[in-house]
């Protein structure tokens, strides 16, 4: 099709390009899964499985993309981060986030299909993702949109574990449950799975208080590394040791543990 008298229409495109030397965070979430949940019948309030599914293809989708250093996700949810100096697709934001929504959801259904093989996808349900793309001009900000996530997990648990206590150990209603939590601070919720069901919310798994942490682990002697100041050459080699370096898995704090972020000095570079 190239020089055609048609060509002149590929000039109405328009193309955002993420500003340069920011943090990008990429976010997907499951379209409806709410509904997904309820017609594949997860467990409630959390599924194990279907979190190894979302946490398999996150993995899957960073192992794709090597300019993601870390991700978090818990329910239909995960956030990428990539490095500062990312130059995936020029950062343009289109390519970025189609490509994003596209691999998250492509990935669910292959480990869907290693998780449930009880459980086939139906056509009239499939798992689609949206994804949007956020730039920050500092670290601290990465902390802190990190922490946002853990938060909004650990309260959306709190809140699902008392309510699906109340309504499968309590007798009540799915309305009579909601009814009892409105206006309840978490210590009141605390207490309630205490007091009425003997359940310490200390002692749940961690994987549902905290959500999941993938780390791409680098090592110290990657980290010390300035990149403005390498030949192309070097540069194809850091990102050879990025694309070989493992990806772990942690249900930790992110929020109080300071450790973990400063041990990972990579991360900011
Ligand atoms: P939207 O399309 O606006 O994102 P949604 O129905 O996906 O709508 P979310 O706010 O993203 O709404 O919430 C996802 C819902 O999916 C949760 O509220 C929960 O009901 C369900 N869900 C996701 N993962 C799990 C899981 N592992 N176990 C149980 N339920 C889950
Ligand atoms: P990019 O990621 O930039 O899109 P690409 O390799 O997908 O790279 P395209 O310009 O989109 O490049 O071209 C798609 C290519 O896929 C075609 O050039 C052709 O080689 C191949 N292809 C797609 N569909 C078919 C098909 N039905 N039969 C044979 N080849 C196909
Ligand atoms: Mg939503
Ligand atoms: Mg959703
Ligand atoms: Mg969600
Ligand atoms: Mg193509």
Redesign the pocket.
């Known amino acids: 099709m190239a020089n055609s008298r048609f060509e002149y229409v590929k000039q109405f495109e328009r193309e955002h390009h993420l500003l340069p030397d920011t943090y990008i965070v990429i976010r997907v979430?499951?379209?409806?899964?709410?509904?997904?949940?309820?017609e594949y019948k997860?467990?409630?309030?959390?599924?194990?499985?279907?979190?190894q599914v979302?946490n398999r293809a996150a993995q899957a989708v960073m192992s794709q993309f090597s300019d993601v250093l870390m991700a978090y996700g818990?329910?239909?949810?995960y956030s990428f981060l990539l490095r500062k100096q990312c130059s995936l697709y020029e950062r343009r934001e289109m390519k970025l986030i189609t490509m994003f929504a596209s691999s998250i959801s492509t990935n669910y259904y292959y480990y869907w299909n290693e998780e449930f093989p009880e459980k086939p996808l139906k056509q009239s349900r499939l798992p689609n993702f949206?994804a949007r793309a956020v730039t920050y001009p500092n670290f601290s900000l990465i902390r802190d949109y990190f922490s946002w996530r853990q938060v909004d997990c650990h309260i959306?648990n709190l809140y699902?574990t008392t309510f699906w206590t109340l309504v499968s150990k309590g007798g009540m209603t799915p309305k009579e449950a909601e009814n009892k939590l409105i206006g309840t601070v978490a210590s009141d919720k605390n207490e309630i799975l205490f007091s009425q069901f003997g359940i310490n919310y200390n002692n749940e798994p961690e994987i549902f208080k905290k959500g999941t942490i993938l780390m791409r682990e680098m090592t110290q002697e990657e980290s010390e590394v300035n990149e403005s100041e390498l030949s192309s050459r070097q540069k194809q080699r850091i990102e050879k040791k990025r694309k070989k370096a493992e990806i772990k898995t942690y249900h930790e704090d992110l929020i109080t543990n300071e450790n973990f972020w400063t041990s990972r000095p990579w991360l900011s570079l």
């Open positions: 979430d499951g379209k409806g899964f709410h509904k997904f949940s309820e997860f467990d409630k309030p959390n599924d194990l499985r279907a979190l979302m818990d329910s239909d949810e949206d959306n699902n």
